[in-house]
């Protein structure tokens, strides 16, 4: 039921979301399942919820979209990693919900929710969140990152490999980042100044530093320095 038109036949050609002709600001993705958020700042999802990433308070699975609990206004962007979510309020705060297995909802707990909670440090004073297959990440006012989550490859920033069920921040980025994106097991911040930087996962050579080798710490993509 992922693509919300109330059925579970493959489409070869876009389809209407039920209830959602009109009238949505922002959308995201997990493996499986979508939301979307509102212009009343609402967030519907539909799909696979197996793990409660749905966020109606059920593991049933949706073939059309289902409100998130206790949202009905105030959120301005969602994001889906492979089996959790998790939003922005209006106030600066992150609140993430389903699979928490990595500690990727920032609780302090590694227990599934099928409901948004908050995560821990961060109900204000955030202006962007990502998320990776199993972590997440955050850009504070002031300009740092912080990530949580699963850290099996570095993908945190911490200059370690252990799983983080609270945030932390990421080394050398504290102030200046105006943008961050994670893939599966990696993480990368666009800088003020026009710097690529990424960590975490590198087999593929998706740090873009010119090696193969995982990072546990931010480091420079190869021709978007400042040096």
């Known amino acids: ?35 979307a958020v509102t212009v009343t700042g609402g967030v519907q999802c539909w799909g696979i919820n197996s793990d409660g990433q749905l966020g109606d308070g059920t593991t049933t699975d949706r073939r059309s979209p289902v409100q998130v609990s206790g949202i009905s206004s105030g959120i301005t962007l969602v994001v889906a990693g492979a089996r959790h979510t ?3 309020t209006d106030a600066g705060g992150v609140k993430c919900w389903g699979d928490n297995s990595d500690g990727q909802l920032g609780d302090g707990t590694i227990l599934g929710r099928r409901a948004p909670v908050d995560v821990t440090g961060l109900t204000s004073g955030v202006t962007a969140i990502t998320a990776g297959s199993s972590h997440t990440c955050a850009i504070t006012t002031a ?18 490999i252990f799983d983080r069920r609270l945030t932390v921040d990421v080394t050398g980025l504290s102030s200046g980042v105006t943008s961050v994106a994670a893939g599966s097991n990696h993480t990368c911040a666009l800088t003020a100044a026009g710097a690529a930087q990424c960590w975490g996962q590198n087999s593929l050579r998706q740090i873009g530093d010119g090696t193969t080798t995982d990072r546990r710490v931010p480091a420079e993509v190869v021709g978007y320095s400042t040096n």
């Not at 059925?7 to 922002?26: F, K, M, N, Q």
């Not at 300009?143 to 370690?160: A, K, M, P």
Request: glycine share 22%.
């Open 143 to 160: 300009g740092g990152v912080r990530c949580w989550g699963n850290n099996s490859d570095g993908q945190l920033g911490d200059s370690t």
């Open 1 to 35: 039921g992922q693509l919300g038109d109330g059925g579970t036949t493959d489409r070869r050609a876009p389809v209407d979301v039920v209830g959602l002709a009109e009238g949505v600001i922002s959308v995201a993705v997990g493996t499986n399942y979508s939301c």
């Open 86 to 88: 998790c939003m922005l």
